[in-house]
């Protein structure tokens, strides 16, 4: 157990609508990676955000959107779904913010747009 | 550019046999090097890591990955496979301040 918390599980929904994905990062840890994974294109980096600010922002379309609370928990919003937007989507933590710290990543959460 | 790669996208060995699994990567100085495993329906577990010295690092579960400059290649090993290790290994690096850098990974089976 990785210490880090993704909800849900599985997701299905439908073209143009909108979902949040929940991330809960291990005890600690200070930074929140989103992390997109699919058959075609692999585990694809999203954004990062550390104590509340975005740090780093990777290949994230307009229509997803992410944030940090103070508690340190993170929300990724992806809004009017299209079909090639199914993926896993991975939450990682880490205590700090540079990349001498090892990710620490969850179950995902597995996003079905039918 | 910056890159990963992992040539073999599949590899099969049998159980008691040894492994490589094979990573290269391109960038212009020394990145901080990293193995992840992931079993199917879950996420990605750190193996090891190699951020400087010596140029062998262990790992959990019996792995272990040799960083060499000159090929700028940090590979995976292990002496004796096990049936549980059947899963699909990724290699990342580390680059400049904030980016990690995966590989696409390579899958093991494994044969009784």
């Known amino acids: 157990d990785s210490g880090v918390t993704q909800t849900p599980k599985h997701l299905i929904t439908a073209t143009g609508q909108r979902v949040t994905l929940r991330c809960s990062p291990r005890s600690g840890d200070l930074s929140v990676y989103w992390y997109q994974q699919s058959l075609d294109q692999g585990l694809q980096f999203l954004i990062q955000y550390y104590n509340g600010e975005e740090r780093a922002k990777g290949n994230i379309l307009e229509r997803f959107s992410a944030q940090q609370f103070p508690d340190l928990h993170s929300e990724l919003n992806l809004s009017s779904l299209e079909l090639g937007d199914s993926a896993l989507y991975f939450c990682a933590s880490s205590v700090g913010d540079r990349v001498n710290s090892p990710l620490h990543f969850g179950n995902g959460t597995r996003l079905t747009v039918t | 550019a910056q890159s990963v790669t992992q040539p073999d996208i599949h590899i099969t060995v049998s159980e008691g046999a040894s492994l490589e699994l094979r990573c290269n990567y391109s960038?212009?100085?020394?990145?901080?090097l990293f193995w992840y495993v992931q079993s199917p329906g879950q996420g990605l577990q750190l193996l090891l890591k190699?951020?400087?010295?010596?140029?062998l690092v262990q790992g959990i579960k019996g792995f272990e990955a040799e960083f060499k400059r000159s090929q700028s290649s940090f590979n995976l090993r292990k002496p004796s496979v096990h049936w549980s290790d059947a899963a699909e290994y990724f290699c990342?690096?580390?680059?400049?301040?904030?980016?990690?850098?995966f590989g696409t990974g390579t899958r093991l089976k494994v044969l009784a």
């Open positions: 190699y951020f400087s010295g010596d140029t």
């Open positions: 990342a690096v580390g680059v400049g301040t904030y980016k990690y850098i």
């Open positions: 960038y212009g100085a020394t990145p901080y």
